[in-house]
């Protein structure tokens, strides 16, 4: 068939209605005819009835292909492509601050693995969830500190509006951080520095649980003071 129809298309116009109509034999054994009735059908061993007729006994031509085919004009494609700073995950609906950690560790992966030549197969490892515990940081500032957060990471200065004027803040790898007295005592970047956070946020109670968890449900003491290593969390 594929060969008749290339001969069709180079000879110009040529009836293609008895070829479509006529069934093909070869078709028979996939449309479940038994072995045993093999041996006496006529259609497997001698071919289509048509093709066994004159041509003037065919079936009426209804269809032709004509060789000559208009010119199609290829009309210029525009992809659309929208940039968002969300975390496209509907957070609240996460009990666990693990769970949400690792599940946006394999989103970012997905988004990496798009458009790289080299693709990033196996288990999470440490660098993917401290890429996506950045991320979740970086929304959880936006939901809280907007105006604040892009006054900061394009390097302008806070109107005394603002709620987080009174602390000394900066924007680095575009997460808020704070500054102050603490930047000349004898301790880690994360604790002379720490990321600030709303304690209002629903991220925050799930990393303040977890940390619970951890911690072997100690005091509410113990467990504000393990995070102000490297939070500090406003109404905490």
Not at 27 to 44: E, K, N, P, V, Y
Request: a positive charge; one cysteine or more; aromatic letters at 8%.
């Amino acid at each position: 068939m594929q060969t008749r129809y290339g001969d069709i298309r180079i000879h110009g116009t040529i009836s293609v209605a008895p070829l479509l109509r006529i069934r093909d034999p070869a078709d028979i054994l996939s449309r479940g005819l038994h072995a045993h009735d093999l041996a006496t059908c006529t259609t497997w061993w001698n071919g289509p009835v048509g093709h066994r007729d004159a041509p003037h006994n065919w079936p009426r031509d209804i269809y032709t292909y004509h060789a000559s085919i208009p010119e199609k004009r290829n009309m210029p494609r525009q992809a659309l492509t929208v940039s968002t700073s969300a975390l496209l995950l509907e957070v609240h609906k996460f009990r666990s601050h693990t769970k949400l950690l690792r599940v946006v560790a394999w989103i970012l992966r997905f988004f990496r693995n798009l458009g790289a030549a080299e693709k990033t197969l196996g288990e999470l490892k440490a660098s993917d969830l401290q890429a996506s515990r950045n991320q979740i940081l970086q929304v959880v500032q936006r939901d809280s500190f907007p105006a604040e957060y892009e006054a900061l990471r394009h390097d302008r200065p806070l109107p005394t509006s603002f709620k987080i004027i009174r602390f000394q803040t900066f924007c680095k790898h575009n997460l808020i951080r704070l500054g102050g007295r603490l930047q000349f005592a004898e301790l880690s970047h994360t604790e002379k520095h720490p990321i600030l956070l709303d304690g209002s946020h629903y991220v925050t109670h799930l990393l303040t649980r977890r940390t619970h968890y951890q911690l072997h449900h100690l005091g509410v003491g113990v467990v504000l003071s393990h995070l102000r290593h490297e939070f500090k969390i406003l109404r905490a």
